[in-house]
């Protein structure tokens, strides 16, 4: 079992989010900003953080991936945004401030859970 932040600011998609890892075996840490989802990294040092961009408060998913990068403590934790905002230049934008992977909502349950196991698996991408 994996310890997995998931951050997203809909109550309802994160407990669904929550709830979908949660049966493919995984401990989920639910938070509704991005400074929680920070300080929730730093705290649990989590195998994945799954972060929505677009969150209320002074960090958005890239601002936290930024941050998450710039502190060796957490530099190497994969993340994946899960977002709505799913541009080619969103896309880039995620990519660019450190993420490894990068979902589209709506999203495919399945195909999510196989991209997040796949993170937890092998770690960060080189």
Known sequence: MAV???AEDDPDLRELVTLILGQAGHEVVGVGQGDAALAAC???RPAVAVLDIAMP???DGLAVTRALR???ATAD???LLLTARARADDVRAGID???DDYIAKPFDVGYFVKRVGRLVADGRPA
């Open 4 to 6: 997995i932040v998931v």
């Open 42 to 44: 730093r705290e649990r």
């Open 57 to 59: 408060g002074d960090l």
């Open 70 to 72: 710039a502190d060796p």
């Open 97 to 99: 401030s450190g993420a």
């Open 77 to 79: 934790l994969p993340v």
